[in-house]
Structure formats: C-alpha cells, structure tokens
C-alpha cells in the first residue's frame, strides 16, 4: 500500500500569502496519478487538481499542482478568505487507493 | 443540477447491518466508474469500495474483511452499499463519489472523484 504524508499538518498564512503544501509517497505513484481535494468545514471534499497538475472544472487558477514520483506540492498562490480548508491528496495508480491524512489551512 | 444524493445511514447497533443507497441525478451513472469515501468523525478519508461502470470490476478495502458489498442499478441510477457484521470501527460518514474516465483493470480501478455526496452518517453502537 503506497502510504501518503501530507506536510504540514497546519498551516496559518494571512490573505494574499502563497501557500505551499506537501504530499510525500511512500512509493513513486504510477504516471503522476494523483489528486487533490478541498474539504471546507461542514461539507464533502471538491475535487480541485488531478492527473498531478490538471485542474478540475471551475477551480481557479490560483490552485496549481506540480511533482512526479514521490513528491508533489499543491499550491494557492495567493490565499481567500474562503479557501479556509482540509487538503487532502489522494493517489490513484496503485491499489488500494489510498489518501493523505490532510493538511488544515487556517487564514490568520 | 448534477449530485449525488446518499441515505440509509443510522444508528445500528454493533453486529448489525446497513444498505447504504445513493441516486445520480441529472447525469447518467452508467457512464461512470462509482466508489464509496468514509470518514471516521475528526478523521481523513478512506477509500472503501468501487465498482466499474457494468459491474466487471468490483474492488474493496482489505479492512473490510468481506464484510461490505457495493452493487449499482444503471437502470434506477443507483449505487448501493451492504454493510454487514459493523464494528464500532465503522462509524463514520460514508461518501458515495463518481469517477470520471478511469479505467479498471483485474488489479485495480484508477479512478479519481469528481463529484461527491453530500454523506451519509453511520453509527454503530458497541
């Protein structure tokens, strides 16, 4: 089972910082098949990147995803008020399917 | 609107059983590969189940032991989850999720989500 650590485990930034968050495999993810999620309080995860860097319908452009192998990084270059969210990767090309245990953004 | 919509979730009591039920609307499921989310209350999320868009593939957690059955009804748009023999470990919001233009294979399904519900609360009582 490919294990993901997402790092760090919190992160406090004010609106208009850059937020970078880690998610670190196990094992190199088979054709960069990984996803990114937001998960607001109170409600289900959205998708927001898949494919390591495709970002899904209707995200904006300050989301980004980059990295291959092991590594990969999920952006917001210049944080909301509204992005106040778990983040949460999850890889697709290994079975079981597996997720991070999530990274909360809190905006200061 | 296009959603997912769960029900079936409760309170039951350690040994008990579940139908977890979860309707497409305003897309066609049958195009799609489905799955089943859980997430443990202040916990991440764990991938459960998923099923291919005609049923050839069906793949489950190994935690769950056998214990889980995911179908799907393309003619009522529907998903279903049996949950058999539940644990105090089981309780936990359950997500029914939609993925699209993964593929499955005998090995595995690689499928993303696209579209969640908005979940459905088991609780199980020991």
């Known amino acids: 089972e490919i294990v993901l650590t997402q790092s760090p485990g919190t992160l406090s930034l004010s609106p208009g910082e850059r937020a970078t968050l880690s998610c670190r495999a196990s094992q190199s993810v088979s054709s960069s098949y990984l996803a990114w999620y937001q998960q607001k309080p109170g409600q289900a995860p959205r998708l927001l990147i898949y494919?390591?860097?495709s970002r899904a319908t209707g995200i904006p452009d300050r989301f980004s995803g980059s990295g291959s192998g092991t590594d990969f990084t999920l952006t917001i270059s210049r944080l909301e008020p509204e992005d106040l969210a778990v983040y949460h990767c999850?890889?697709?090309?290994?079975?079981?399917?597996?997720f991070g245990g999530g990274t909360k953004v809190e905006i200061k | 609107e296009v959603q997912l919509v769960e029900s079936g979730g409760g309170l039951v009591k350690a040994g008990g059983s579940l139908r977890l039920s979860c309707a497409a609307s305003?897309?066609?499921?049958?195009?799609?590969?489905m799955n089943w989310v859980r997430q443990a209350p202040g916990k991440g999320l764990e991938w459960v189940s998923s099923i291919s868009r005609s049923s050839s593939f069906i793949f489950y957690a190994d935690t769950l032991k056998g214990r889980f059955t995911i179908s799907r009804d393309n003619a009522k748009n529907s998903l279903y989850l049996q949950m058999d023999s539940l644990t105090a470990e089981d309780t936990a919001v359950y997500y029914c999720t939609r993925s699209p233009a993964g593929y499955c294979t005998s090995n595995s399904c690689q499928n993303w989500f696209d579209l969640w519900g908005q979940g459905t609360l088991v609780t199980v009582s020991s």
């Open positions: 494919g390591a860097s």
């Open positions: 999850q890889q697709y090309g290994t079975s079981p399917l597996t």
């Open positions: 305003t897309f066609t499921l049958s195009t799609y590969n």
